[in-house]
C-alpha cells in the first residue's frame, strides 16, 4: 500500500507542505506543476502553481498561474522536489484570510 494521499484535494495539500510537483490533467494537456498555495475564492479552491512543463514541453517563462482544483484532472504527486519561486508573494492581498496551506521556507 503507497503512503501517497489519494484524491486531488490531499494530494495538493501534501504536494504544497513536501513541496514536491505533481503530475496532472488541465484543459486536455498534460502538466507538470510546482503548488505553491491552496486558498478559496467565492467558495470555490484554487492552488497557485508554477507550470514546470505542459505536454513534455518547458514554458518559455516561469509564471505563477492559478489553477481551480475541480479543474485538475487525477493530480499525482511526483519524487520531483521543486524550490520556491521568487514570484510567490505569501503576503498577497488574495491569499489574506483565505490560505489554505501553503510553502514554506525551510528553517535555517
Known amino acids: 500500500m503507497s503512503d501517497d494521499p ?8 501534501a504536494a504544497i507542505v513536501k513541496q ?5 490533467t488541465y484543459n486536455r494537456d498534460k502538466i507538470v506543476l510546482a503548488p505553491h498555495v491552496a486558498y478559496t475564492r467565492h467558495g470555490e479552491l484554487y492552488v497557485d502553481a508554477i507550470t514546470v512543463a505542459r505536454n513534455g514541453m ?6 505563477l498561474g492559478s489553477f481551480k482544483v475541480t479543474g485538475l484532472g487525477d493530480p499525482k504527486l511526483t519524487g520531483r522536489a521543486f524550490t520556491i ?8 492581498e488574495r491569499y489574506v484570510g483565505c490560505t489554505l496551506v501553503a510553502v ?3 528553517a535555517a
Open 6 to 13: 489519494s484524491g486531488p484535494v490531499p494530494t495538493l495539500f
Open 58 to 63: 518547458l514554458p518559455r517563462e516561469e509564471k
Open 104 to 106: 514554506e521556507p525551510a
Open 20 to 24: 514536491l510537483c505533481v503530475n496532472a
Open 85 to 92: 519561486s521568487g514570484l510567490y508573494e505569501p503576503e498577497a
